[in-house]
């Protein structure tokens, strides 16, 4: 059974500015950075890119859609340093399968992703939906704080 990464607990480093996890206890973990073990100076809120960021970090890719799906959107196939959500313009799913019709529409002049039989979306803008689905169940189930 396919499981997936809970809603991220993320602080913004008052020293580097990065997006770090917080601790429990409210402080940073440890990145490398003088900002180690600190209060963060903002804490973020988890979006549906923060969240799939996390869960790109998973070994189940292949078998799990949204691993999948958040290792194409974060992980690069070279060597050069993947992608953290500061890094993409998108922060929802809406805006990510938004950005998938763009891309095509500049590349071929039609927004449609299923040239041979006309559909608009196709298997990776399904699991874009399938993973908004449980982002918003998590986010559903959070506990109110
Ligand atoms: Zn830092
Ligand atoms: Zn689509």
């Known amino acids: 059974m396919t499981t997936h990464n809970p809603l991220p607990s993320l602080g913004l480093c008052p020293v580097c500015q990065r997006e770090i996890r917080v601790r429990k ?10 900002g180690d073990g600190r209060e963060p100076a903002a804490c973020l809120e988890p979006t549906f890119a923060r969240w799939l960021h996390a869960q790109a970090a998973r070994r189940d890719a292949h078998e799990n859609r949204v691993t999948y799906l958040a290792q194409a959107a974060f992980h690069r196939c ?3 340093p993947n992608r953290t959500p500061a890094d993409v313009t998108w922060t ?5 399968h938004g ?11 039609s927004d449609v992703l299923v040239p041979y039989n006309g559909e ?9 939906a399938h993973a908004s689905e ?12």
């Not at 206890?25 to 003088?34: E, M, N, R, W």
């Not at 608009?120 to 874009?128: K, L, N, Q, S, T």
């Not at 449980?134 to 704080?145: F, G, K, M, N």
């Open 134 to 145: 449980v982002y918003d169940r998590l986010v559903a189930a959070r506990e109110p704080s």
């Open 92 to 96: 929802t799913a809406e805006e990510l």
């Open 99 to 109: 950005r998938r019709h763009l891309i095509q529409l500049a590349r071929t002049g």
């Open 25 to 34: 206890a409210g402080t940073l973990y440890a990145h490398h950075c003088d």
């Open 78 to 80: 070279t060597r050069s």
């Open 120 to 128: 608009r979306c196709d298997w990776r803008c399904r699991d874009i």
